[in-house]
């Protein structure tokens, strides 16, 4: 609705109303993630889930593949619980 409003309207300042909500813009503290500092500090083999969920399911499935193998302790005690 936003962008039919956008583009058919002759009204400047409804344009620049719409132009608001047309805009893409990423947060600067999740980089576009939408997780919480809490969230994106949680590691596995040095990748958080925002990380993760970005990786194409060929990538993920590599990246998986013998993980257990390479997690510190620390790491093993956290995805085991």
Do not use: V
């Amino acid at each position: 609705m936003i962008e039919r409003w956008y583009t058919d309207t002759t009204s400047e300042s409804i344009r620049k109303w719409a132009e608001e909500f047309l805009r893409l813009n990423t947060c600067p503290e999740c980089h576009g993630s939408r997780l919480r500092l809490e969230s994106r500090h949680f590691m596995l083999d040095g990748k958080n889930i925002g990380e993760l969920a970005q990786m194409d399911i060929g990538s993920l499935h590599s990246w998986m593949n013998d993980l257990e193998s390479r997690l510190t302790e620390r790491e093993s005690t956290s995805a085991m619980k």
